[in-house]
């Protein structure tokens, strides 16, 4: 969308698997989806990480 996003521009939501160290998350964005080219975005989903006090996130475009 090559427009900024904000924490409050996002709600977030994690979900933890059974090590309690690992899981996903999914974004929905809460600001005007249209985009320069392409569908909307209106969301994200991810996965997420802990280990040795570092957090890893990813997110496949």
């Known amino acids: 969308t090559h427009r900024w996003l ?30 320069e080219s392409g569908p909307p975005l209106t969301g994200l989903a991810g996965r997420w990480s802990v280990q040795n006090g570092i957090a890893l996130t990813g997110i496949v475009l």
Not at 6 to 28: M, P, R, Y
Request: hydrophobic share 40%; aromatic share 10%; proline share 3%.
């Open 6 to 35: 904000g924490f409050e521009d996002a709600h977030i939501t994690f979900d933890v698997d059974g090590t309690g160290q690992a899981g996903t998350f999914t974004s929905k964005i809460l600001i005007d989806p249209a985009a």
